[in-house]
């Protein structure tokens, strides 16, 4: 069975120094793997995803993360951190058994930027 | 604008009063779902359709339905809401049913059932 386990269910970090938000995942199958952003009271938004292609994905507003196979993480960096990224944010696996492609979701990790 | 649109999106009802939550997507997917979100217990999915009459459950089917007359519509009903289905749901949508296939979330309905 796949999963996803977000070591931090929260992080704070000062405006203009770095993030990180680290997932480990657990998959049978070369996995499918997804950072969404959710900010208070809004949707669903995706980051980034990875899908066996380039190891180091970059994504939407400065976030990038890297697939490591050998360590079955998918951490989530930002170099600096603005204000405006605070929002909780999710590691996801997508099912690769079967026709359904189902989201497999993290608990989530609430980040925090301080000023 | 390309989006996945739900309606309404906040609804207080009361237990038993059936109840219709609607899902839009202007893009041409194929393959659509429906989440539930939960505090500790993170987005379960609760049906899903590959395409238009074919759906089925996911994690958390019971005391749910869904249909998929149009492509570009899946309703989510509530036949007999119940308390324990207060919560956030999510709808999405992709392209296709692949595994490079982004899918997309639609705004989220709160509801609250009395």
């Known amino acids: 069975a796949q999963s996803v386990t977000q070591l931090d269910s929260h992080v704070s970090v000062s405006e203009g120094t770095p993030v990180l938000l680290r997932c480990n995942y657990s998959s049978s199958y070369s996995p499918s793997l997804f950072w969404y952003v959710q900010h208070p009271n809004k949707g669903l938004q995706l980051l980034l995803k990875?899908?066996?292609?380039a190891t180091l994905v970059k994504g939407i507003n400065g976030f990038e993360a890297e697939f490591k196979k050998s360590e079955t993480s998918f951490h989530l960096t930002k170099p600096s951190a603005h204000m405006s990224d605070a929002a909780e944010y999710f590691c996801v696996v997508m099912n690769n058994a079967g026709n359904n492609r189902k989201l497999i979701w993290g608990l989530g990790t609430s980040l925090a930027v301080n000023p | 604008e390309a989006q996945v649109t739900q309606n309404p999106r906040y609804l207080i009802t009361v237990t038993g009063k059936k109840l219709t939550v609607t899902c839009s997507q202007n893009m041409n997917h194929e393959y659509m779902s429906w989440y539930r979100q939960d505090p500790g217990l993170g987005l379960r999915q609760i049906y899903y359709s590959m395409n238009v009459e074919v759906t089925d459950k996911g994690d958390v089917p019971e005391g749910y339905k869904v249909s998929r007359k149009e492509k570009r519509n899946f309703p989510l009903i509530l036949e007999s809401p119940s308390p324990n289905q207060t919560s956030l749901y999510f709808c999405?949508?992709?392209?296709?049913?692949?595994?490079?296939?982004?899918?997309?979330f639609g705004p989220g309905t709160r509801l609250t059932v009395l």
């Open positions: 999405a949508s992709s392209l296709l049913a692949g595994i490079t296939d982004t899918q997309y």
């Open positions: 990875y899908t066996s292609a």
